[in-house]
């Protein structure tokens, strides 16, 4: 069987691509690897160092973007979950947030410039988390209330939020 001329040629010139393609691509594969080790740095955050964390995380305020701080905190980091994720020991103020962040999202705190920022408030941390399990509870707020029958009898309790303590924490107490 002889192959046309035409289809011969164009099966040389799809070889030839091919082999360029990839050669170019291994080229740029190379090329990438070389910038990536040459300006990448691993984060070298410790526990109990104090860190920024990016806003975009904690969309809370109706500020306009434009207006609202770039970072906020400072927050002190409790652990470090592999190299990618730190944990962080969030304020009041974010209570309700994810505590576990990337590292991406995070960056470290120089105190060095607090001077230039008078007016900026400073930031109440909640206690550690064995702490606050043996202080004595302080209420906060008492969120809301109902009744229960229990054995006959009419029960009242209370979704009770605690002083100092995380959203996780509010327990339904009876009423004493």
């Given at each position: 069987?002889?192959?046309p001329s035409t289809a011969k040629d164009f099966?040389?010139?799809?070889k030839r691509a091919c082999v360029t393609c990839a050669r170019c691509i291994a080229e740029s594969k190379e090329y990438k690897k070389q910038k990536y080790e040459?300006?990448?740095?691993?984060?070298?955050?410790?526990?109990?160092?104090?860190?920024?964390v990016?806003?975009?995380?904690?969309k809370k305020s109706k500020v306009p973007q434009k207006m609202r701080d770039s970072f906020v905190g400072?927050?002190?980091i409790i652990r470090l979950i592999g190299k990618n994720a730190v944990e962080v020991r969030?304020?009041?103020?974010?209570?309700?947030?994810?505590?576990?962040?990337?590292?991406?999202?995070?960056?470290?705190?120089?105190?060095?410039g607090d001077y230039k920022f008078p007016s900026r408030?400073?930031?109440?941390?909640?206690q550690d988390r064995a702490e606050v399990?043996?202080?004595?509870?302080?209420?906060?707020?008492?969120?809301k209330a109902r009744k229960i029958r229990h054995n006959g009898k009419d029960h009242r309790k209370y979704l009770v939020i605690f002083k100092n303590q995380t959203a996780d924490k509010n327990k339904w107490l009876e009423e004493d």
């Open positions: 069987m002889t192959i099966h040389d010139m799809w040459k300006t990448h740095k691993d984060p070298d955050f410790r526990e109990g160092n104090k860190v920024l990016l806003n975009l995380s904690f400072p927050f002190t969030l304020t009041e103020e974010f209570s309700r947030k994810h505590p576990v962040l990337p590292v991406s999202l995070v960056k470290t705190y120089n105190q060095k408030k400073k930031s109440h941390t909640l399990e043996y202080s004595p509870r302080a209420v906060k707020k008492i969120m």
